[in-house]
């Protein structure tokens, strides 16, 4: 069943035709990536889905709703949570209070608790700088906060946008881990991702993005051993 089903997209910047009709669709439970180069629309195709960027045409619809012109805050409320590239937290706020503003969904204290725990107990680094200021953070721990606060509003489809980028190997490593650990728990994952080989290793089904346009998709093992995927991306 389609969770999220994005049918004939398109979106401008200016004149410039960004996205030229795309039609993609996450099914629940899976991790579906989005991989290209620089420039393909990976970034723009997220942002439009999430509503922080305008849509020219085309239709958005989540878990049975049509949100194609649903504002952001209130498509957060439907169960969609974007971590975006950058990871965007709040720089001076700690750890503790970044987490809590991801529960702003939430008015029930005792839940608040169970879910805090929970995250100190996935993310133990967390737990450990609970109280550091968040923008003192490494890359890594950064990434591992703004995975959490977008875990702590219970999201359906939790949307991420280049979580690996910065970090170590190791480190890349431990974040596709977390997908992997977040996918099994029952949350259903976009992925938007350079690291075409550790993405595609982890994924139910992907599709390629060229210029604004799907030019292939298929299972995560079918594109990795795709000749055009494989020279495009994966260095073959």
Do not use: W
């Amino acid at each position: 069943m389609a969770l999220l089903e994005v049918n004939q997209l398109e979106v401008y910047y200016g004149v410039i035709r960004a996205l030229k009709g795309i039609s993609f669709e996450v099914n629940e439970g899976e991790i579906v990536t989005l991989i290209g180069a620089n420039g393909a629309g990976k970034t723009t195709t997220m942002q439009s889905v999430v509503g922080l960027i305008p849509k020219h045409s085309g239709t958005v619809i989540f878990d049975g709703h049509n949100i194609t012109k649903t504002p952001c805050h209130k498509i957060v409320h439907l169960g969609m949570t974007q971590v975006p590239e950058g990871r965007r937290i709040f720089q001076e706020l700690s750890v503790y209070d970044n987490l809590l503003m991801g529960a702003f969904t939430n008015n029930d204290k005792e839940a608040f608790k169970r879910d805090l725990d929970a995250i100190y107990t996935r993310f133990p680094r967390l737990a450990e700088r609970r109280n550091q200021i968040a923008g003192t953070l490494s890359g890594g721990e950064q990434q591992m906060l703004a995975m959490g606060r977008a875990i702590m509003s219970h999201p359906k489809l939790l949307m991420l946008d280049e979580p690996s980028m910065g970090l170590s190997p190791l480190l890349v490593d431990q974040v596709f881990e977390i997908i992997k650990d977040i996918n099994r728990d029952g949350t259903t994952i976009l992925l938007v991702e350079q690291n075409a080989g550790k993405s595609l290793a982890i994924s139910d089904r992907a599709y390629v993005l060229e210029n604004g346009n799907i030019v292939l998709s298929g299972t995560g093992k079918e594109l990795s051993e795709s000749e055009m995927v494989q020279k495009a991306y994966l260095g073959g």
